[in-house]
């Protein structure tokens, strides 16, 4: 679909960006989106934050 795979991983963020902000404008709610790119981690992994401002949870697979 995309030759250069960055633009790829680029392009899916701003398209969870864009749906969300879609579905705030239609609720007429104020929604967020947090993304946490993170390379190594594979769909159903534990993330590992030692931040106290971070929880850990599932990684979830992004189509």
Do not use: H, Q, W
Request: some cysteine; hydrophobic content about 40%; charged content about 25%.
């Amino acid at each position: 679909m995309y030759k250069n795979k960055e633009l790829c991983k680029v392009r899916t963020i701003t398209t969870l960006m864009r749906d969300t902000g879609t579905m705030a404008f239609r609720l007429n709610k104020p929604l967020t989106v947090r993304v946490f790119p993170i390379p190594d981690l594979k769909a159903g992994y534990m993330t590992a934050f030692e931040s106290d401002d971070l929880c850990n949870c599932a990684v979830l697979a992004v189509p």
